[in-house]
């Protein structure tokens, strides 16, 4: 069997493309719940799938499919029902023992830095004369390791090098992280393809439920439990509310997947014995369910010491739900004043923070509930939009390297 006329035309249409899905087609085979990375690729295929095809890598094969194929298995990541989980292993080993020769498109779209730390991958790019566009989230990482695994600096490393070295184009999803990333190939000497500036935005979520899920008031923490999300400043400052105030004490909602070296966060979830009955981790939330949450909270806590973006503060300002977050550029460039900013490091400002919004007609409250009047989340119209106009660049010819 080999591509169709019509899969080569395709092909041949400046609009058609690559996408590498290796990172989602793993995790969904795994079953693995999308994260903020997963999430973004998922809206590239919705956006491209109608002229893009699918590029899976199984060790050193890179499998193409056909254009059948590629819409099935968009079709089936975007769902997310496990029953497509043999249809993907049939349609990837089909083209796995075929592996006929294909008419290349030109562009490739890498969207969630898979495989972007091994060296195979930029010669590969280079061997088949793709124009590979890549997304850069942030250079957390690098910036600040003491929050990452050990050794992802180093592997960081390794993709931004592939980035920069063979791309020809580069998305990230905020001004900060843009100048971060000037920022690190000036250092190195480093001349940059060109960058677009695409804000990302917040997902749609379903209908909250009219009734409260909890009647006694609450704040929402929303995020995987990791060191830089600062959880543990929060539990500090429950344990303190708890035994001032007692049974009076809000409750704080912990919604988010227990991740790595986040021991004493979990000691203190697991065992005080003070927090039993005011924190509750929700690991598992479905989108009515985090919408529901979210919508009735007194407000959304952020205390993270860094982020590439902050979506968790988009989603409450979409739901016209306040929000105490940490101070930081990118929250800046993507709320403006609205929200009420604090250093991650003063609990005692934080104490005061959750006090002072814990009356839902309190006047910190309600004058930050007045600022979000007229704001409007970013929209993935926008970003797209954004992101054509860079392809365009690309395309045209231009897609020459800027200087920093």
């Not at 085979?29 to 295929?45: F, I």
């Not at 900060?176 to 001349?191: C, K, N, Q, V």
């Not at 409750?251 to 005011?278: M, N, P, S, T």
């Not at 590439?308 to 306040?322: C, I, T």
């Amino acid at each position: 069997m080999h591509p169709s006329f019509s899969e080569n035309f395709a092909c041949a249409s400046h609009s058609a493309m690559l996408i590498d899905i290796t990172r989602l087609a793993d995790r969904f085979l795994k079953s693995r719940l999308p994260t903020g990375v997963d999430r973004v690729s998922l809206q590239y295929l919705q956006h491209f799938m109608g002229s893009a095809f699918a590029l899976i890598r199984i060790g050193s094969r890179w499998v193409e499919l056909g254009g059948a194929d590629s819409r099935r298995i968009f079709e089936i990541l975007l769902n997310g029902d496990p029953a497509g989980r043999s249809v993907l292993r049939r349609c990837v080993a089909r083209s796995y023992l075929l592996a006929w020769p294909r008419q290349h498109c030109g562009m490739l779209f890498n969207t969630g830095h898979s495989g972007l730390d091994r060296p195979e991958y930029a010669a590969w790019v280079r061997r088949r004369g793709l124009k590979p566009v890549f997304f850069l989230h942030d250079l957390i990482p690098i910036l600040h390791p003491e929050y990452c695994r050990a050794g992802e600096a180093a592997r960081h490393h390794r993709r931004l090098e592939t980035m920069l070295s063979v791309g020809k184009g580069l998305i990230v999803n905020s001004a900060a992280t843009r100048d971060e990333l000037l920022a690190y190939s000036a250092e190195r000497g480093i001349s940059m393809p060109p960058c677009a500036v695409a804000l990302l935005a917040p997902a749609r979520l379903p209908e909250p439920h009219y009734s409260r899920p909890l009647e006694k008031l609450y704040f929402v923490v929303l995020g995987t439990i990791e060191p830089r999300k600062n959880h543990l400043l929060l539990l500090h400052v429950w344990r303190q509310l708890v035994a001032e105030m007692g049974e009076a004490a809000p409750k704080l909602v912990v919604i988010g997947q227990r991740g790595w070296e986040c021991e004493q966060v979990v000691d203190l979830l697991d065992r005080c014995a003070a927090l039993k009955d005011h924190v509750i981790e929700l690991p598992h939330c479905d989108d009515r369910e985090l919408a529901t949450w979210l919508m009735h909270a007194q407000a959304l806590l952020f205390p993270s010491f860094i982020e590439g973006f902050g979506m968790p503060l988009v989603e409450a300002l979409m739901l016209r739900v306040p929000v105490i977050a940490s101070e930081m550029p990118v929250f800046r460039e993507i709320a403006g004043d609205i929200p009420h900013y604090l250093d991650p490091l003063d609990g005692p400002g934080w104490r005061q923070a959750v006090l002072d919004f814990v009356h839902s007609d309190g006047m910190a409250r309600q004058m930050q509930i007045a600022r979000m009047e007229n704001y409007a989340p970013p929209t993935w119209g926008q970003h797209f939009s954004v992101v054509e106009e860079l392809l365009e660049t690309i395309d045209g010819g231009s897609g020459g390297r800027s200087s920093t």
